[in-house]
């Protein structure tokens, strides 16, 4: 299932490492970019190359709020649910990104591109409440800073770095 030229990839991340199981969550991110996600097949054949067994494998997937066992959208929205989030209004970021998107927590939007879900602290604690999209952090959440964000996406403005 996986291309060649990953397989490949990942023998040489792996012969890198002291023990194969070192590399297992990086041989798990390095496919999910690929696919998007960590299938049940893929999880198979990275636990063949790890020298692991797939449970091994499914527990630490579980484990990494990163790791995604099943399909998710182009963006990712983690809505931080920490207790410093939550005092300081997680459910009303929850409850405007659910209405404004259409789905529920947990749920992926029917057009694929937005999934929404909890995170347990994210560090922006000072910045209360917080949300984590792909890669990129934001904080002291607004209904207008999430019509803005959610704005950049739609405009597929470059999207990396914090804010």
Known sequence: ?????????????????ESPRE????????IQ??????????MVEAAELLGMTPLELEELATFY?????????KYVIKVC??????????????????????IPLGGTSADGLFTL????????????PAMVINKRVFGNLTPEKIDRVLGQLAEKADFSGSE
């Open 1 to 17: 299932m996986l291309p060649d030229e990953l397989k490949l990839k990942l023998r040489e991340v792996i012969a890198g490492a």
């Open 23 to 30: 590399k297992a969550i990086d041989v798990m991110f390095e």
């Open 33 to 42: 970019e690929l696919q998007g996600w960590m299938s049940d097949e893929a």
């Open 65 to 73: 709020d990163y790791i995604y066992r099943s399909p998710v959208g």
């Open 81 to 102: 649910d920490s207790t410093v989030c939550w005092l300081e209004g997680h459910q009303r970021v929850v409850d405007y990104l659910s209405g404004r998107l259409g």
């Open 117 to 128: 879900l909890p995170v347990c602290c994210i560090g922006y604690c000072d910045r209360a």
